[in-house]
């Protein structure tokens, strides 16, 4: 019969045991940086995969990527559009307005998958995870480290190396406009010049021409305005004092010509980049977004918030070390076995920090010791025949080749296992 395979892009996550395989890392990253996000206070919420296609239209906006060419939408049974998120920021904000939660301040946290239908690469998935922070309900200035510094935090506990924290302003809603005419006046001359989509973007979102791809548009705009010349003190202070504050612990740059490529984003933005990841080098990107809670319905809400795509930032980190202690519980007797599965269960129960491995089959003594050191064991549990019939096991260290094995009562191993 002919195999069914996975969809294009889209991963099977499994932890086979080798440190090395991104699988692995994955899980890892995920694990850490929820226990970040909880040492930052922040709640966690969990949305649907599934939402209703103008959530995204609306919040996204219609020209962006996500919505043009990427989201994955179909009719349900009864002809409704129905969409598969392809981020987590619209669907937080739609609960939080439909739990009647937009009138004061949240900081939440969720991770999970998204789907976007873009052309599968390296770093580029159809379904990839991502784990992402909203900030509501506080006006620019301390969420804007807060964010930074868990930006940071993250960074450190991982200890990347060639990451940079590229930062920017999009001006107030004055300053943005005034930046947006100058654009447009500035390229006007140069239309013919600009392939299809940048002359889309020119008429209906001028300021995500400075996010173009294309290499004659960026030569273009070398000698384009700049935002800089047209934001506010305050914006560029907020920058100036961000860099400083943080450059110590991580590489901040003020980058004016940094466009998130979704329309929502209004004030402070900022992307993190490593030199290791080649043409998809950004791993977590996010910004300020006052305007989206009204727009969708709310009440104001002004925001910020960010996400972490946990396949590329994985890609990033060394082998995966493994910190708890490995047991292998290795039973050599035929009949007497259902006895050994009480001691095994008793011992997960006095320590749920050690893992205890068990060999479900009767392989012999050797293959399960063999097993054992495939395995990254510590210890070796021995049980026999013999060792059940006096109520005791061998304890048999495998990682120091100069402590012997030894026979302990059953209290004694019980004690053993506690204290690792
Ligand atoms: P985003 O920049 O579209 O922002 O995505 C955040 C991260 O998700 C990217 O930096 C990237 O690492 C990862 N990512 C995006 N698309 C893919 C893909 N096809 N395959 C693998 N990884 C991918 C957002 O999604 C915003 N919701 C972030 C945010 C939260 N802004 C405010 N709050």
């Known amino acids: ?183 447009v006046k500035f390229l006007e001359p140069f239309k013919d010049d600009l392939d299809s989509k940048d002359c889309e973007r020119l008429l209906k979102n001028p300021l995500r021409i400075l996010d173009s791809k294309n290499e004659h548009t960026q030569s273009i705009l070398e000698k384009a305005p700049s935002i800089k010349d047209f934001l506010e003190p305050e914006s560029i202070e907020l920058l100036e004092r961000i860099k400083e504050q943080f450059s110590d612990i991580c590489s901040i740059e003020i980058d004016y010509s940094l466009v998130r490529g979704l329309d929502y984003y209004s004030g402070f933005v900022f992307e993190a980049i490593s030199s290791n990841l080649g043409a998809q080098d950004s791993f977590l990107g996010g910004g300020r977004y006052d305007n989206l809670c009204s727009k969708l319905g709310g009440k104001d809400l002004p925001s910020i918030g960010m996400a972490i795509g946990i396949e590329r930032f994985a890609s990033l980190i060394e082998e995966v070390t493994v910190k708890n202690k490995i047991i292998s519980f290795v039973t050599v007797t035929s009949n007497l076995e259902p006895k050994t599965y ?36 510590d210890y070796a549990i021995i049980i026999g025949e013999e060792e059940l019939s006096s109520n005791t096991a061998i304890i048999k260290p495998l990682k120091d080749e100069l402590k012997d094995q030894q026979t302990v009562s059953i209290d004694e191993l019980l004690s053993f296992y506690k204290a690792i």
């Open 1 to 183: 019969m002919d195999k069914i395979h996975s969809l294009t892009g889209m991963l099977d996550l499994y932890d086979d045991g080798d440190s090395n395989n991104l699988s692995v890392k994955i899980f890892e990253v995920e694990e850490r940086i929820k226990k970040i996000f909880i040492n930052y206070k922040l709640s966690e919420i969990r949305t649907p995969a599934l939402e209703d296609t103008n959530l995204f239209k609306r919040a996204t906006g219609d020209t962006s990527d996500i919505v043009n060419k990427e989201i994955y939408s179909f009719n349900d049974r009864n002809e409704k559009s129905i969409a598969l998120r392809p981020e987590g920021t619209a669907s937080v904000i739609r609960a939080i307005i439909e739990k009647k939660l937009d009138q004061s301040p949240h900081k939440i946290w969720y991770m999970g998958p998204m789907w976007r239908y873009e052309r599968p690469q390296k770093g580029r998935y159809r379904q990839f995870y991502q784990a992402g922070v909203e900030i509501l309900g506080y006006e620019e200035g301390p969420p804007e480290f807060e964010m930074i510094s868990l930006v940071c935090s993250i960074i450190d506990e991982f200890m990347l190396e060639g990451c940079c924290i590229k930062i920017n302003h999009l001006g107030n809603k004055i300053s943005k406009q005034a930046f947006c005419d100058a654009l």
């Open 342 to 377: 009480k001691i095994a269960h008793q011992l997960r129960t006095i320590n749920r920090d050690v893992v205890l491995d068990t060999h479900l089959d009767s392989a012999s003594l050797k293959a399960k010791l063999r097993r054992a050191n495939k395995n990254n064991a």
